[in-house]
Structures are given as C-alpha cells and as structure tokens.
C-alpha cells in the first residue's frame, strides 16, 4: 500500500505542472488573469474565497440580494479564476490541489442550507449536501491511500452548476420570478455530474 502524503502547507513554494490547460482556462488568462500583479499566486485565490465566503452567507441570509447576488458571483468565479492561473502559469501545488475543492464546499453547502432548502424541494438539497460531504470524506480516504486528490472536469461541471442553480434561485427571489423550477432542474444535473466525478475519484 502507498503511504499517505503529509499534509500540504499554504506556504511551500513547490509547484507542479498542469496536466491538462482547458479552453476556458485561456479564456479567463487573456481576458481577466492578465490584470493579476505577478505576486498573485493560485492560493491566494482560494484564501480569499475561503475568508470572503462568510460575508456572503450574511449577505445572502439577510437578504441583501442587491449586493450578495454580485459578491456570491464574485466569490464563485474565484473558483474558476484560482484553477485557471495554476494551470496556465504552472502554479500548481499541493496545498491548492486539497483546499481549493474545499473551498468550494465551503461556500456551496451553507447556501443551500440556509437558501436552497427553503425554496427548493428538500430531497434536492439533502441530495446535494449529502453529496458534497460524502466527497469531503472519501477525498481524505483516497489521500490517506496516497492517492492524487484534485478536481476533475466533471467536478468542475458541477460546480459550475450549482452556482448557475443558485444564481437562478437568487434571481428568482430578487425579481420575484417564477424560476424555481428552472433552479430545480439545474441541480439535478448537477447531481448526475457530482456522481460522475466520485465514480472518476474527482472532488
């Protein structure tokens, strides 16, 4: 058996190669990444999201749609934007590799604890948050089998998918539009992809 991996620190320099540069990932470097003053590094990225994940949530819980329907924008295009430089620019690291999956979680499952819930069915929700943990759990059985832990493109849809399903909701709630089961149907897609990317052991 391969023994497990030390534990990644935030503050070790080593940075591995991108395997695979996606599309959208120079879409994002030319159009958005370019402006990034060079000391910008892939994890500063996701610590931000981390750290600026809580302002949402009161946003969101207090029902200041009009700013948190932007920051939780913001906040989510982190998620894209911190994958996008470590690939483009090789900045690549352990550290990244485990918290930046997490750091989507972080955000996804508080808001639909406190938001999706009440305004979707609830076996979609549980679904969703059952999901997501369960991911959390096997990444840390798959790392303490030595195994590479990163997100996959499938887990990237997902993603991508819960945040477009909780925008639409969002909107939905803002606007008083009947979105809900637009909303709905976005997350059990993105349901089917989460079970795509635990059968590829993808976070």
């Known amino acids: 058996m391969t023994a497990a991996k030390k534990f990644p620190s935030l503050f070790d320099g080593t940075y591995l190669p991108a395997q695979k540069v996606f599309f959208t990932d120079r879409i994002i470097a030319r159009v958005f990444l370019r402006f990034l003053p060079p000391q910008v590094v892939p994890n500063h990225i996701t610590l931000f999201r981390m750290l600026a994940t809580p302002f949402v949530l009161y946003l969101l819980i207090r029902k200041n749609y009009d700013i948190g329907i932007p920051f939780f924008l913001l906040v989510a295009f982190s998620d894209a934007a911190d994958g996008a430089l470590a690939r483009t620019r090789n900045k690549i690291?352990?550290?990244?590799?485990?918290?930046?999956?997490?750091?989507?979680?972080?955000?996804?499952?508080?808001?639909?604890?406190?938001?999706?819930?009440?305004?979707?069915?609830t076996w979609i929700a549980s679904t969703v948050i059952?999901?997501?943990?369960?991911?959390?759990?096997?990444?840390?059985?798959?790392?303490?089998?030595?195994r590479i832990v990163q997100s996959n493109i499938w887990g990237k849809i997902k993603m991508c998918l819960q945040v477009l399903g909780i925008t639409v909701l969002l909107f939905a709630l803002f606007f008083d539009l009947a979105l809900a089961p637009i909303a709905s149907g976005i997350f059990i897609i993105s349901i089917a992809c989460a079970l795509v990317s635990i059968v590829k052991h993808g976070v």
């Open 93 to 121: 690291t352990e550290w990244g590799m485990m918290f930046d999956p997490l750091a989507d979680k972080m955000l996804i499952i508080p808001v639909v604890i406190f938001l999706v819930i009440a305004h979707l069915p």
């Open 130 to 146: 059952g999901i997501e943990i369960l991911i959390i759990v096997l990444a840390l059985f798959w790392r303490r089998q030595g």
